[in-house]
């Protein structure tokens, strides 16, 4: 068995496996930001002394913590504001690796574990965009927590469709192959 014909068996169940877990990672972290938030903003109101936490405070981490929940819907949501189209989180089958004859199996294997590591992007991006809310914006030009997470956010979308971004890509440079 060559290196091929062992990432075309790997790559299907892997990225079904890895589909499921960042849907199940995704629910899970999207309620435990939602539920932290809340507790935060209720012991601030319980407990004398605490720092006073408003619904103003914690809002932006609900609403990243219900975009994580709903990652899936979020990808889509994502892809849809640059192209149209639904997003598939399955095998991907890109028209043109017929072209490659023999290895055509094999490069849609590859555009399968791409576009898994879409997800795993774009679900870093709100990770680091929840992160960039809560310690605030202070990078003064070192590090810009906020255009990290949209480069990763619309990076990780763009990865997860990767046969029709190469497709928008050959057309806009006319490529052939």
């Known amino acids: ?11 299907p169940t892997f990225a079904t496996a890895l589909w499921g877990l960042l849907w199940a990672l995704g629910g899970l972290l999207g309620t435990v930001y939602v539920g932290n938030s809340l507790l935060k903003m209720q012991r601030s109101q319980r407990f004398p002394g605490q720092i006073p936490v408003t619904f103003g405070d914690v809002l932006p981490v609900i609403l990243v913590g219900g975009l994580v929940a709903n990652l899936s819907r979020f990808i889509n949501a994502t892809w ?6 639904t997003v598939s989180y399955g095998a991907v089958s890109y028209s043109g690796a017929a072209d490659f004859g023999r290895f055509a199996e094999a490069i849609n294997a590859v555009l ?38 949209l480069t990763h956010i619309v990076g990780g979308a763009m990865l997860v ?13 006319h490529l052939y192959w």
């Open 1 to 11: 068995m060559d290196l091929a014909q062992m990432i075309t068996a790997f790559a």
């Open 80 to 85: 849809n504001t640059f192209a149209t189209g």
């Open 112 to 149: 399968t574990l791409a576009s898994v590591a879409g997800g795993v992007f774009a679900l870093r991006g709100l990770v680091i965009l929840k992160k960039s809310l809560m310690d605030g914006q202070q990078s003064q030009g070192a590090d810009d927590g906020v255009w990290r997470a």
């Open 161 to 173: 469709q990767i046969a029709e971004m190469i497709e928008k890509f050959r057309e806009s440079f």
